[in-house]
Nanobody, 126 residues
Framework: QVQLEESGGGLAQAGGSLRLSCAAS????????LGWFRQAPGDEREFVAT????????EYGDSVKGRFTISRDNAKNTVYLQMNSLRPEDTAVYYC???????????????????WGQGTRVTVSS
């Protein structure tokens, strides 16, 4: 089974940027859409972004549209999340996961995702 590992989290100031990476091992993710989700303390897991297996299609959560960009490099088995114009409300643990549903459209519901990583913490100070 593919294993995913996130990195790149840390502390940023409001208005700043961070770039998260998620590397796959134990297999390839080139056939799967890959997504980013986040979870703040006391909140439910929230959809952030997802990208098709070929990278040609993306979807974003309303709270991050225009600020975050998802991309992937299948040769490196890696998906990225470029986060710009960060806000304190972006503070959360960020997770990546693979959409193994085989649906032909991009899924924003976490129930369709498997192979979750351990997460990387992002803290945005005001």
């Amino acid at each position: 089974q593919v294993q995913l590992e996130e990195s790149g989290g840390g502390l940023a100031q409001a208005g700043g940027s961070l770039r998260l990476s998620c590397a796959a091992s134990g297999g390839t993710v080139s056939g799967y859409a890959l997504g980013w989700f986040r979870q703040a303390p006391g909140d439910e897991r929230e959809f952030v972004a997802t990208i098709s297996w070929g990278g040609g299609s993306t979807e974003y959560g309303d709270s991050v549209k225009g600020r975050f960009t998802i991309s992937r490099d299948n040769a490196k088995n890696t998906v990225y999340l470029q986060m710009n114009s960060l806000r304190p409300e972006d503070t959360a643990v960020y997770y990546c996961a693979a959409d193994t549903s085989s649906n032909p459209w991009l899924e924003m519901d976490s129930k369709y995702y498997t192979s979750w990583g351990q997460g990387t913490r992002v803290t945005v100070s005001s």
